[in-house]
């Protein structure tokens, strides 16, 4: 059962921006923090971003850093992820996650417990 649902993805040009969204669907669990991976065709799996629920401390990796933005809304219990500047390179398949973990490295896949089913981002040139 998909647990966490994205939306937000589509096509656009290089330049443009996108914001993606994720929240629960169905069943409850308490997470300590929540995260946004990508897979491109023939790629594997690779972290963007990451965000706490209690300080909201952020993580991203190094290509996206200074471009993307993730935030969260407590009350929402939403988590977003503001992507500027798009590039060809950032086409894949956007993923997010809950981990329930209270020793978390948020780099890590294996961290996370619930997944949601991906939403496309596709950037032409």
């Known amino acids: 059962q998909v647990q966490l649902v994205e939306s937000g993805g589509g096509l656009v040009q290089a330049g443009d921006s996108l914001r993606l969204s994720c929240k629960p669907s169905g069943r409850t669990f308490k997470s300590s923090a929540m995260g946004w991976f990508r897979q491109a065709p023939g790629k594997e799996r690779e972290f963007v971003a990451a965000?706490?629920?209690?300080?909201?401390?952020?993580y991203y990796a190094g290509p996206v850093k200074g471009r993307f933005t993730i935030s969260r809304d407590n009350a929402k219990n939403t988590v977003y992820l503001e992507m500027n500047s798009l590039t060809p390179e950032d086409t894949a398949v956007y993923y997010c996650a809950a981990s329930t973990n209270v020793y978390i490295r948020v780099v890590l896949p294996t961290t996370y417990d619930y997944w949601g089913q991906g939403t496309q981002v596709t950037v032409s040139s």
């Open positions: 965000i706490t629920w209690s300080g909201g401390t952020t």
